[in-house]
């Protein structure tokens, strides 16, 4: 997983999007996590 293009992109976004993006990226990885294990 490339990690620096997604902090690149977080440090240009604002607190509030920040946050969002963060939600969005631990239910995304909540989604996949739960696929692999079935």
Do not use: E, Q, Y
């Amino acid at each position: 997983m490339n990690d620096h293009s997604f902090s690149a992109i977080t440090t240009k976004t604002s607190p509030r999007d920040h946050l969002l993006l963060s939600l969005l990226a631990g239910g995304f990885m909540t989604a996949l996590s739960a696929l692999a294990v079935r």
